[in-house]
């Protein structure tokens, strides 16, 4: 099926990666297009009006479902961190990240259709295009640190965003650039 989609692709069709705001908003039923998500999206769709959508997507054969490769989620993993952003990211959203860089990579047009701020700085960062569904967007890429607000120590934190040096909690925030 993945190689179906990637001649698809090739041949000029527009490429949407749905998250789950894509799905609720119902935006692949208003536009044309090759519409691709993740198994964790689906997993996440639970009210009675986004499953009869997805229903729907799923039985017109208009959204398509592809597993993740771990190369691809490996790489998305990868540029979180770089900017900071991988403690804010789900699995699901790392799974978006990871269909949008193999699309990108396939030489198709790919836009992600997201909410999350997280994934539209690092798909904005990445050279991608975006389509918030009810916020306004990130506007430019921001890098983030953790800092402790009582040490002043910067780098990552232990689990639960705890300071390695003295114990209390970080707060994340812009890099310095």
Do not use: W
């Not at 705001?21 to 519409?35: D, I």
């Not at 790489?75 to 959203?93: C, F, M």
Request: proline content about 3%; hydrophobic content about 35%; overall charge positive.
């Amino acid at each position: 099926m993945r190689d179906s989609l990637r001649e698809l692709c090739k041949s000029k069709h527009k490429v949407f990666i749905i998250d789950a705001a894509g799905v609720f908003s119902g935006f692949p039923t208003q536009f044309t297009g090759l519409f691709i998500t993740s198994p964790k999206v689906l997993d996440e769709v639970k009210d009675a009006k986004s499953k009869q959508t997805l229903e729907f997507l799923l039985s017109s054969r208009k959204l398509h479902v592809c597993e993740v490769k771990p190369e691809f989620l490996r790489r998305a993993k990868e540029v979180a961190k770089e900017l900071g952003e991988l403690r804010e990211l789900s699995v699901t959203d790392l799974e978006v990240l990871a269909l949008f860089i193999e699309f990108k990579e396939y030489g198709c047009e790919v836009t992600v259709v997201t909410d999350d701020y997280s994934i539209q700085n690092i798909v904005k960062y990445l050279g991608g295009k975006f389509i918030p569904i009810k916020t306004k967007g990130v506007t430019h890429v921001i890098t983030y640190a953790y800092l402790c607000t009582k040490c002043g120590y910067r780098g990552e934190p232990l689990k639960g965003n705890i300071c390695p040096i003295c114990g209390s909690k970080m707060k994340k925030v812009r890099a310095r650039r």
